[in-house]
């Protein structure tokens, strides 16, 4: 309404109108879009982080926003502090943006969304760099192309529109740009076209607006551009630069670190004793001809075990994945489910290469989010610890996986040679082993043939036993020693464990690369009514991989075949004496008659009375046995005394609330200690869930809140309450342990893992 009461006419409305299309001039529309468009671009290197549309859509969205924003904000000249308050409200309504899967038709956002999003303003670049590319849009991990998008052009249409300076505005898709190659991969997204297409745009852009721009440059700098395009181009494909570019993922080294958990080959023996006839698994939709499921590969030998790495270019990293583990699935891919029975294990057992892990079950978020996986060495880590109960399905190409028996390599195939890739170095190797490499490869002149001519020679001059009862004597394990004692003997015994370990070394002593696989044998496992295949103990087996040009990692079997056993010599018949004949006794002789002495003419032997030489003997002994032992336990006791120190320390240093948190970071230390982790970052409350989940009747949950109470309270708590706080720390303590076999409880007792970890 007017003052005079009478609403505004059409005519004025109309002029109103042209008032506010008339401000959108020519210069201003390029002052919004070239910086827009520059910001777009320099998003690029994101593309190949998350390979899918929708990422391209979040960017264009919150785009849009940042752009509507600063060009209303520049047109009704709204202070710095009007535009911040727009902008921050409109950037968490539009969330749905940064994370559509958690928004109601992936449009309006939920509290979910808003509870992700702000914690995923500070967390969310962990989460892009340690998940392995493609993110796809789980969860929160659009939100920084969102974030980028929107105050990136926000920030530059707003100095572009506003600033005097507004070439500064430049600067912006500049910062944009660094950061996303720095959150990016090594390969670059057309780097040539886009950067000749950016110049270009920014050099007319700039040009024109300082009212500079004539004809002849309009000419001129396209051609310069495209020389430049094209000489660097041939540059880099004469001189290619011996770094690749810097990314911040290949910095990051994610968790765990696979030193952290037993050697899955260390487990060999319990497999086919006591689990020989349990189900571990049972698997369905095995492509025809697979005939083993991987479990773990191992890369490293310290003289005790073969052990798993991530520290060389032939090992990998354990990275999380993201969408699926591949950006691009197979056509031939199979589809694999797979139930875990009486498996337990941190090892995620696969076939062939596999290409996408789905977790099914009660735990499959938990399980998602402890998955981490090796892409060179096709082995998957599960933090969480899979056991009965947990589903998984694999999509999987089963080729590595898939003999054929009939295949005998041909002459071409014998001279392949080896592909020379860094793996982590083998020490403590017997030099036994060293001299039968070169002992059964004598002749040979391929690599292959080599490695071969190392296979068939061990599976044909050896004899397979796994020690257990009624068969011959075959001690488990493949350190050193053991690896000694079998190649040393007259009939080489042992089993799959053994011959994969010793082979692998074998070849390592011939200069090539080598590990060990464990895995099962299925092609004679047990078909179950549903079709599905049922993996025994009885079904584990271990071999060698031996990478080739062209041919990628092949397999060999050193194991012989389980009816070749090792002959046992009967004894020689012992010899029939003859009955002797017992011949008379002598005659008693007279004793000697010797003549009494003086007390102080005795013998200084008679003085000294036998107690005093069983004392000598006892000392000696205990001499002998006791400072020994005593040096070998004496890590053991400065760890239970350090501990222990650490007990006291927290329940008697410092005010009651320190105590009373002392107390809390006790129990988790000694919860740690049982090898159960709380996620990083996680609050107290939080903790506790993991340990009562993982700890049956652990009871950490109230010991949680009561710390928090304790810390955060008002008023500080009272001695009496600090002392039974500890007093129930020290009952949690004692249930955990109870939860747990008696092996792991003795481990943690002695573990260092709490003391390194503060």
């Known amino acids: 309404m007017t003052a005079a009461g009478v609403a505004p006419s059409r005519r004025a409305l109309r002029e109103q109108s042209a008032g506010l299309l008339g401000w959108f001039t020519t210069e201003r529309v390029l002052a919004i879009a070239v910086p827009v468009a520059l910001v777009l671009m320099a998003l690029a290197p994101l593309h190949e982080v998350y390979l899918t549309p929708v990422m391209w ?143 270009a745009i920014t050099v007319t852009w700039v040009a024109w607006r300082a009212q500079r721009l004539e004809a002849h440059r309009v000419i001129a700098v396209p051609l310069v551009l495209g ?76 003289g005790h075990v073969w052990g798993i790495t991530a520290a060389t270019a032939g090992s990998g990293t354990f990275t999380r994945p993201g969408e699926r583990l591949v950006p691009q699935l197979s056509e031939d891919a199979a589809r694999v489910r797979v139930q875990v029975e009486d498996y337990s294990g941190v090892w995620l057992p696969t076939i062939g290469s596999t290409e996408d892990v789905d977790f099914g079950g009660s735990r499959a978020d938990r399980l998602l989010e402890s998955f981490y996986f090796n892409r060179t060495s096709d082995t998957g880590l599960v933090a969480a610890r899979l056991r009965g109960g947990d589903a998984y399905t694999l999509v999987a190409s089963p080729e590595p996986d898939v003999v054929d028996d009939d295949a005998a390599p041909s002459e071409s195939m014998l001279q392949l040679t080896a592909s020379r890739l860094q793996m982590p170095e083998v020490t403590g190797v ?124 092949l397999p060999f079997f050193p194991t012989p075949e389980e009816d070749q056993v090792p002959q046992v010599q009967n004894p020689d018949p012992q010899d029939r004496p003859e009955p002797q004949v017992l011949q008379p006794p002598e005659p008693p002789q007279e004793p000697p008659v010797v003549p009494p002495l003086d007390r102080g003419e005795a013998p200084s032997e008679q003085e000294q009375p036998e107690e005093d030489t069983t004392a000598e003997r006892i000392l000696f002994w205990v001499a002998v046995v006791g400072v020994p032992l005593l040096v070998l336990l004496s890590p053991f006791l400065v760890i239970a005394l350090l501990k222990a120190r650490r007990w006291r320390r927290r329940r008697s240093t410092g005010p009651p609330e320190t105590r009373i948190a002392g107390g809390w970071a006790e129990l988790s230390d000694r919860v740690l200690d049982l090898g159960v982790v709380a996620g990083t970052g996680a609050t107290r409350r939080e903790a506790a869930t993991t340990f009562d989940g993982e700890l049956t009747g652990a009871g950490t949950t109230l010991l949680a809140r009561r710390a928090d109470a304790g810390v955060f309270a008002p008023e500080p708590p009272s001695q009496a309450e600090v002392d039974a706080y500890w007093a129930d720390v020290a009952t949690a303590v004692r249930q955990a342990g109870r939860g747990v076999s008696w092996r792991r409880r003795l481990r943690a007792r002695f573990t260092l893992r709490s003391l390194r970890s503060r």
């Open 57 to 199: 859509l979040t960017v264009a969205g919150g785009a849009l926003l940042g752009t509507a924003i600063a060009t209303l904000g520049a047109q009704r000249r709204w202070p710095t502090l009007t535009v911040l308050a727009v902008a921050l409200p409109t950037f968490f309504l539009c969330g749905a943006l940064a994370a559509p899967s958690t928004a109601i038709g992936g449009v309006l956002p939920t509290v979910t969304t808003w509870r992700l999003m702000g914690r995923g303003v500070v967390t969310v670049w962990k989460q892009v760099l340690t998940i392995a590319p493609p993110l796809g849009t789980s969860g929160v991990l659009l939100l920084l192309p969102y974030l980028l998008a929107f105050f990136g052009t926000l920030v530059a249409v707003t100095i572009s529109l506003r600033a005097t300076r507004w070439s500064l505005s430049l600067l912006v898709p500049a910062v944009v740009l660094v950061v996303a190659i720095l959150f990016g991969t090594r390969l670059p997204v057309a780097p040539g076209v886009l950067g000749v297409a950016a110049v």
């Open 227 to 302: 020389l430049v395009a094209i000489g660097g181009t041939a540059t880099s494909l004469v001189a290619t630069p011996d770094t690749p570019r810097l990314v911040l993922r290949d910095l990051i080294d994610p968790p765990p670190d696979p030193h952290d958990y037993t050697s899955p080959l260390a487990s060999f023996r319990r497999y086919v004793d006591s689990l020989a006839d349990s189900t571990l698994l049972t698997v369905a939709g095995l492509p025809g001809g697979t005939e083993r499921v991987r479990l773990a590969t191992m890369d490293s030998y310290d």
């Open 430 to 553: 017997p030099d036994v082993v060293a001299s039968l490499a070169s002992e059964y490869t004598q002749g040979a002149t391929g690599d292959y043939e080599r490695v071969s001519m190392i296979a068939t020679a061990l599976s044909s001059y050896g004899y397979f036993s796994h020690g257990l009862e009624g068969e011959a004597p075959s001690r488990p394990g493949h350190g050193a020693a053991r690896l000694i004692t079998m190649l040393d003997s007259d009939q080489m015994t042992g089993d799959a464990e053994q011959y994969a370990a010793a082979m692998a070394l074998m070849v390592r002593a011939l200069g090539l690369p080598a590990r060990v696989v464990m895995g099962f044998d299925v092609s004679e496992a047990t078909t179950g009514a549903d079709g599905a295949l049922a993996v025994t103990g009885s079904d584990v087996t271990a071999w060698v991989e031996v990478p080739f040009e062209g041919h990628g990692w």
